[in-house]
């Protein structure tokens, strides 16, 4: 009998250089072989996104849209459109995201697939 799949939303709070991107990624790898991701692993490490310290979670979607075949004339412009928009592309996939130094829900939110066959693990520094 298969193991239960992990909660969707299960993340990581601890402090910096305690290699818990590398752990992600390993429990990513442990979940492929044991469950049917058969559209993979999305991978962003938000810290690369981020100006001044604040995230524009508009340009995290437009990456994650371009790793799902969205050829980049093909993003939509507004938000909005650009959450459904990605949404809509991950309505019936089933991968897993990985999303490394969430600092807020609310950074993590708008990122998760909208499939229930999608687990997500995010990794963080402090508390959101």
């Not at 299960?10 to 402090?15: D, F, W």
């Not at 938000?79 to 990985?98: G, I």
Request: aromatic share 6%; hydrophobic share 40%.
């Amino acid at each position: 009998m298969a193991e239960p799949f992990p909660p969707a939303g299960s993340g990581g709070e601890r402090a910096g250089g305690l290699r818990k991107t590398e752990l992600a990624g390993l429990i990513a790898r442990t979940l492929l072989d044991r469950y049917p991701f058969t559209d993979g692993v999305l991978s962003v490490d938000l810290d690369d996104f981020r100006a001044d310290g604040v995230l524009d979670p508009g340009d995290v979607l437009s990456q994650l849209l371009h790793s799902l075949d969205v050829a980049p004339d093909q993003v939509q412009a507004q938000y909005a459109a650009r959450c459904r928009q990605y949404w809509n592309r991950t309505s019936d996939a089933k991968l897993v995201l990985l999303l490394d130094n969430a600092r807020w829900a609310s950074e993590v939110v708008p990122l998760l697939p909208a499939s229930v066959g999608c687990g997500d693990r995010h990794e963080s520094r402090s508390a959101p």
